[in-house]
């Protein structure tokens, strides 16, 4: 697929949207970025602290949000042959069965292993918190708030046949356990730009979101020179263009990425969507699209 036809948004200035026709995509770990707003905001009501413990667990919500409680992730080779081959998803009971989580990698705090079972526990806690499902808690705290209206949490194959490359293998969306957010490139750059703006957060919220871990140097045929991680945000330093926040992420058989670039004139936001499993692709191609677009 040529790069000018993939799925792109992108904003300058907090100024007017521009992008591919609003067909919903696949927003994978984007997802994450939007559930850590959510628990920020939750803060914000005195609902919890961050760093108060999750439940009966070593670690606290602030681990689970920067991938630093120690929890394993889910995946392997039960868990892909379940998927492609079309099995009823899991519960969740059995998935953290199957994944021994109460055997931590590490001491919570003392290192970074990136975790979707830590996010699907981010989802537990925001449920808990609002008394109603994930979906409607995000629509509240986040989206309607911001003019947001055509992205929510899929739950059906259904659902995913309207997205951009269709459904033909009948994906399920319900594996990806913390939730997976389908809507147009629009929304995602919508979504960041507000944030940032401050339009959601407070200016410590965010400012606590983007107190970045840092992990690491540049990584094979990706565009980052350094890279960290905030609370549900991927950052660090990207080669020509500087900081960036924002966050990519692979599914099944596509690949997100939506970035804010801190250091380029009018703080471009640009969303990049694409089939296959390569994040580097949308990576690059949103690197493109904010020098160039």
Do not use: C
């Amino acid at each position: 697929m040529p790069l000018s036809s993939l799925p792109h948004a992108i904003i300058r200035h907090s100024g007017e949207v521009r992008g591919t026709p609003p067909i919903p995509v696949p927003w994978w770990s984007i997802t994450k970025t939007v559930l850590a707003t959510a628990v920020l905001k939750l803060t914000e009501t005195g609902a919890f602290r961050l760093d108060d413990p999750y439940d009966d667990w070593p670690f606290t919500i602030r681990h689970l949000l920067q991938h630093t409680s120690g929890l394993t992730t889910y995946g392997g080779p039960a868990y892909q042959k379940a998927v492609t081959g079309g099995e009823p998803v899991w519960s969740v009971e059995d998935l953290l069965t199957r994944h021994t989580i109460r055997q931590l990698l590490f001491t919570p705090g003392a290192g970074w292993a990136y975790s979707n079972i830590g996010y699907l526990f981010v989802r537990h806690l925001i449920e808990h918190t609002t008394k109603v499902p994930l979906d409607s808690a995000l629509q509240r705290l986040i989206f309607t708030p911001l003019g947001i209206t055509r992205t929510h949490i899929a739950t059906t194959a259904s659902e995913m046949a309207h997205t951009s490359w269709g459904n033909p293998m009948q994906y399920d969306p319900r594996w990806v356990f913390h939730g997976l957010l389908i809507g147009p490139p629009t929304d995602a750059v919508a979504f960041l730009d507000g944030l940032l703006a401050g339009r959601i957060l407070s200016a410590l919220s965010l400012d606590t979101m983007q107190d970045q871990l840092r992990l690491g140097g540049p990584l094979p045929r990706r565009p980052w020179a350094k890279t960290g991680y905030g609370l549900g945000v991927m950052m660090g330093d990207v080669h020509g263009v500087g900081r960036v926040v924002g966050h990519s992420g692979v599914g099944h058989d596509s690949v997100s990425a939506l970035y804010a670039f801190l250091d380029l004139p009018g703080r471009p936001v640009v969303s990049a969507f694409a089939p296959g499993t390569d994040e580097g692709i949308v990576e690059h191609e949103a690197v493109r699209l904010a020098l160039t677009d």
